[in-house]
């Protein structure tokens, strides 16, 4: 593999932000991959250094569009966080902390061969596999840390659970599903589906709440008490 920072093109390089295949083998592919991105994101929506992404072109030779990959998901710390249409390394100067990737029939070789080897090279600190329906990865749910230039795989605690120090997450296996709670505060990142019944849930305590405080009002009204009198 070249120096992918400092490799020069020879003329214009085209480097395409998509190869026409679909983002996911399977609708429960492609759900998990999008919840554990949106979790991620809602994470770190707060800081400004950190990059979330996922089925994103990552390109890591300057002048070699075929040298590219697209991790399922990726968190990259210490850049800017803002959309992107594909991620070029030598432009941004970091690789991803954090890679995780949702196996499939289609990509499990792939997985565990190519991608990871290619993870390892890169520099990626920690490269993790999900297997949502358990046929092809065993066990479903496997991490590997960067030691020295060799990743080391991590060991599971007794409910298959994994720790991502880079994430400061405890991945857990619930059902198809992959459920990442916050290491120092046991609170779970919320899904896409669990964000819209918390956010639906909040309005309908805050119109509950002004429902009641009308009613007060009325009720004070039919005593003859003006409810604004000692407002201020």
């Not at 429902?211 to 004070?220: G, I």
């Amino acid at each position: 593999m070249r120096d992918p920072l400092h490799a020069e093109p020879v003329g214009p390089v085209d480097y395409p932000e998509s190869d026409g295949e679909p983002m996911a083998e399977t609708d429960l592919h492609r759900d998990e991959m999008v919840a554990l991105i949106a979790g991620l994101k809602g994470r770190y929506e707060s800081r400004s250094d950190v990059y979330v992404a996922g089925n994103l072109f990552f390109y890591y030779e300057k002048g070699n569009p075929s040298a590219v990959f697209a991790p399922d998901t990726m968190v990259v710390f210490g850049v800017e966080q803002r959309q992107r249409r594909t991620y070029k390394l030598w432009e941004e100067g970091r690789v991803p902390d954090f890679v995780l990737e949702i196996s499939s029939k289609k990509t499990s070789t792939e997985d565990e061969g190519n991608k990871m080897v290619l993870c390892r090279r890169l520099g990626v600190r920690e490269y993790f596999l999900f297997d949502p329906e358990g046929d092809y990865l065993e066990p479903r749910l496997q991490g590997y840390r960067l030691v020295g230039s060799r990743y080391r795989r991590l060991a599971p605690e007794r409910d298959g659970s994994l720790a991502s120090e880079s994430l400061g997450v405890r991945f857990h296996i619930e059902g198809q599903s992959l459920r990442a709670v916050d290491v120092t505060t046991g609170e779970p990142l919320l899904r896409p589906e669990e964000e819209r019944h918390a956010r639906h849930a909040a309005e309908r305590a805050r119109d509950e709440e002004a429902r009641r405080a009308e009613r007060y009002a009325a009720r004070l009204r039919e005593l003859g008490v003006d409810p604004d009198d000692g407002d201020e």
